[in-house]
Structure formats: structure tokens, C-alpha cells
């Protein structure tokens, strides 16, 4: 009898264990440089999911699919230097838990919004993203060069694997289970699970 394992099982046992783009994993000493920064966002499960589903949205629902991933990208900028000064933003690892929901809706849906309109949403996901980061880099700006080139890099990923399901056949399936999948992480992220 053959057996066969299931691929996404062995893609969830792929998964970290724990999202460690948040304060308390790693004694805030997890970004000393530039390699640390950009090695970071593949760390965190929330966090690459996010991004790539921000460029994977981008790709399939908006002929402007640069806007998306540069808004997410600047704004965790902004994100990460606020939570670089200190200022602690109340719920942030919540927030960053439900926008998985959020950008899975939007790739489930497969929502054509107006650029701005998407921009809009992803700015604000992407906000507490980098308040999560940035809490942790401690003054670290080459870490956080680091970090915004993975964020780019992972985008481009995303995207990618967006025109890449652009003209399949089974586009819309396969839309609703990337973000079926992304919305189920976030819930296990906010039921503690990871």
C-alpha cells in the first residue's frame, strides 16, 4: 500500500515556531547589523506571510502593483522608526495577527480595490509590522536597511508567485486557499498557537 504525506503538512511543519519579530524572544539583542536585518523578516511567519500576500494581491488584482508593496514598505519604515524610539503601540502584536486576516480576505476575495483604496489598508497593516520590528532594532539603522530590503525582496516573491497564478487555470482556487491559509495562520497567531 502506498502512502502518500500530505504537502501541507510538511509546509506547516516548515512554519517557525514562534514569530520572533517581537520584543521578548531574543532579549532585544536579535538585530545587531545589516545581515540580522535582512535575514530577519523570514523568520517570522506572520511577517512573511504578510508580505508575500501583499505582493501576490498586488499582482493579481491592480495593473498599479508597485503601489501596494512601496506603501507597505515605506510605512514600515515609519512603523519601525517609531518603534524604534520606544513608544510602545498598544496591541501591536494583535494587530499584526489580524491583518494576516485582513490581506487573506483581500487574496481569497481576490478584492479589486482602487490603488489608493488597497494602499490604504496595506499602510496600515504594514504600521504595526514595523512597530513590531522596530522595537526590537534598538537603534540598529543598518539592521533596518537590512530589513526594508527583505521587505522589497519579499515582495517581489510575492508578486511573482501572483503572475504567475495570473493566467492558471486554477487561479481562483488557488487564490482562495493561499488565503484561506493566511487568514488560518492569523487566527492561530491571535488564539496563541504559534
Not at 9 to 34: E, K, Q, R
Not at 105 to 113: G, S
Not at 182 to 193: F, Q
Amino acid at each position: 500500500m502506498k502512502k502518500s504525506i500530505n504537502p501541507l503538512l510538511i509546509l506547516l511543519g516548515l512554519l517557525p515556531s514562534a514569530a520572533f519579530a517581537h520584543v521578548g524572544h531574543d532579549a532585544g539583542i536579535h538585530h545587531l547589523g545589516f545581515i540580522q536585518g535582512l535575514v530577519h523578516p523570514f523568520s517570522g511567519v506572520d511577517h512573511l506571510c504578510a508580505m508575500l500576500l501583499v505582493g501576490i494581491w498586488s499582482a493579481m488584482n491592480t495593473r498599479r502593483w508597485w503601489i501596494a508593496p512601496l506603501s507597505f514598505a515605506s510605512v514600515l519604515l515609519l512603523g519601525a522608526l517609531v518603534g524604534m524610539s520606544g513608544l510602545v503601540v498598544p496591541a501591536t502584536e494583535y494587530l499584526v495577527a489580524s491583518s494576516l486576516l485582513v490581506v487573506g480576505v483581500m487574496v481569497a476575495l481576490q478584492m479589486k480595490l482602487q490603488p489608493l483604496h488597497g494602499a490604504l489598508i496595506v499602510a496600515a497593516m504594514a504600521f504595526f509590522h514595523g512597530v513590531a520590528h522596530g522595537s526590537e532594532l534598538t537603534h540598529a539603522f543598518s539592521a533596518l536597511s537590512g530589513m526594508v530590503i527583505a521587505t522589497a525582496l519579499i515582495h517581489v516573491g510575492g508578486l511573482a508567485i501572483g503572475y504567475g497564478l495570473l493566467n492558471a487555470r486554477w487561479k481562483q482556487p488557488a487564490a482562495r486557499v493561499i488565503g484561506l491559509l493566511s487568514s488560518l495562520i492569523g487566527v492561530a497567531l491571535l488564539g496563541g498557537v504559534f
